[in-house]
């Protein structure tokens, strides 16, 4: 399973609200945590993997040998923020670029497990960061979209090298 690359279409149109749980979900959440760790990641939303879906995995601990954070969150939607604070993200569909982004400290999140079955899930810290960068996938939005100005400028010529190297691909 591949990860799109920056500026590829896809990452830009989200997802579609998941309608039929199933096994095919099943397969699809278990080969994208599965990519998650090949690629050395902490969460990974469906439309990096080109599937325009609702659907993101997530393990704080990015580490296949601890799996009890591992979590797959269908349809989900922030429904309280608290605090805000700046931590640096990074994301496997823009490599080599880190940068300090603006999120909230604490979220609440209603979503669908994997068996279609509603859930809230409290988060803190970096939990929510991760979720909160996962969710704006969902919605076509890039963690470099939120970015100040100034930290804007200090990536730009890497996110422009990422345009040029899909160009030659395409």
């Given at each position: 399973?591949?990860?799109?690359?920056?500026?590829?279409p896809i990452?830009r149109r989200?997802?579609?609200?998941i309608?039929?749980?199933g096994?095919?979900?099943?397969?699809?959440a278990?080969r994208?945590?599965?990519a998650?760790?090949?690629?050395?990641?902490v969460?990974?939303?469906?439309p990096?993997v080109?599937?325009?879906?609702k659907l993101?995995?997530l393990?704080p601990?990015?580490?296949?040998?601890?799996?009890s954070g591992?979590l797959?969150?269908c349809?989900?939607?922030?429904?309280?923020?608290?605090?805000k604070?700046?931590?640096?993200?990074?994301?496997?569909?823009?490599?080599d670029?880190?940068?300090d982004?603006?999120?909230?400290?604490?979220?609440?999140?209603?979503?669908?497990?994997?068996?279609?079955?509603?859930?809230?899930?409290k988060c803190?810290g970096?939990?929510a960061r991760i979720?909160q960068h996962e969710?704006?996938?969902l919605?076509?939005?890039?963690?470099v979209?939120?970015?100040t100005?100034?930290?804007?400028l200090?990536?730009k010529?890497?996110?422009?090298?990422?345009?040029?190297?899909?160009?030659?691909r395409a």
């Amino acid at each position: 399973m591949d990860i799109l690359i920056y500026p590829h279409p896809i990452l830009r149109r989200g997802g579609k609200p998941i309608t039929e749980f199933g096994e095919e979900l099943r397969t699809l959440a278990d080969r994208m945590i599965e990519a998650m760790y090949v690629e050395g990641g902490v969460g990974l939303a469906a439309p990096q993997v080109g599937i325009e879906q609702k659907l993101l995995v997530l393990n704080p601990s990015g580490s296949k040998d601890d799996r009890s954070g591992e979590l797959v969150i269908c349809n989900p939607k922030i429904v309280r923020k608290k605090k805000k604070e700046f931590g640096e993200e990074g994301c496997l569909s823009f490599p080599d670029i880190q940068a300090d982004v603006e999120r909230a400290v604490e979220i609440t999140v209603v979503y669908q497990d994997i068996n279609g079955d509603e859930q809230s899930l409290k988060c803190d810290g970096w939990l929510a960061r991760i979720v909160q960068h996962e969710i704006d996938h969902l919605e076509g939005v890039f963690f470099v979209d939120r970015l100040t100005s100034g930290e804007k400028l200090r990536v730009k010529s890497q996110l422009l090298e990422l345009e040029s190297e899909y160009k030659a691909r395409a």
